[in-house]
């Protein structure tokens, strides 16, 4: 497996309370991302990074944020966490775009549960 | 936006049996991959389709990308028990990639 952490594996929040998640890579892959996964959606993209304090949106960003200040971590940030962000949360990392033919690496996954 | 989508949701088989799971797409793809999830566990990649027509063969998987590049299937042959999990396609989609919602396969000894 692809040198992929993330941490915490589990967590449980109140409504309310902001809460970071951090991927770390040692692969040092230009490209991260981060994900959510939900019964019968898949994965959903919520933002991804194309370099250091290089980042942008994806199909599921309203509440989330995230910074990359190393090539090596990216973190991502629930400000005001709601019982709609309970899920499993997939850090991924890849050496390109995916149009160019890359493929993903992925994390073990955080599961958060907000209460 | 792009659309990709999996065919069957779930797909319970008897060990032994054949399997397969399709996957379309909106649009036109210049690659797919396909993903293979554990319960419990994080995808892992299996493999990349390029070309119109490919066909790729992984033991007793046959991967196949469509001649319109826009559809593609996994194919099992004797599905053993170790075959279960959630399949994922996952095609481009501007500069990330789409994922369709997976295939889960339950696999009776």
């Known amino acids: 497996d692809a040198g992929i952490t993330q941490s915490p594996r589990h967590k449980v929040t109140e409504t309310g309370t902001p809460v970071t998640l951090r991927c770390h890579q040692t692969?040092?892959?230009?490209?991260m991302y981060w994900y959510r996964q939900d019964p019968g959606h898949g994965l959903r993209l919520i933002h991804y990074s194309y370099g250091v304090k290089d980042t942008d949106k994806g199909e599921v960003s309203d509440g989330y944020s995230v910074s990359r200040s190393k090539t090596e971590d990216f973190l991502l940030t629930l400000e005001s966490a709601t019982s709609s962000q309970t899920s499993v949360y997939f850090c991924a990392i890849s050496g390109g775009l995916a149009g160019s033919s890359y493929e993903q690496y992925f994390g073990p996954g955080t599961r958060l549960t907000v209460t | 936006g792009q659309q990709v989508m999996q065919i069957p949701q779930y797909q319970h088989v008897q060990e032994g049996e054949d399997f397969t799971t399709y996957c379309n797409s909106s649009t036109t793809l210049s690659n797919i991959q396909w993903y293979k999830q554990r319960p419990g566990g994080h995808p892992v990649f299996l493999i990349q389709l390029v070309k119109s027509g490919e066909v790729k063969k992984q033991k007793r998987l046959t991967f196949q990308f469509g001649e319109a590049k826009k559809n593609s299937s996994l194919h099992i042959t004797a599905t053993q028990t170790t075959d279960v999990g959630t399949y994922f396609c996952a095609g481009p989609g501007g500069q990330n990639f789409v994922f369709g919602p997976g295939t889960r396969l339950s696999v009776l000894p």
């Open positions: 692969e040092n892959h230009r490209y």
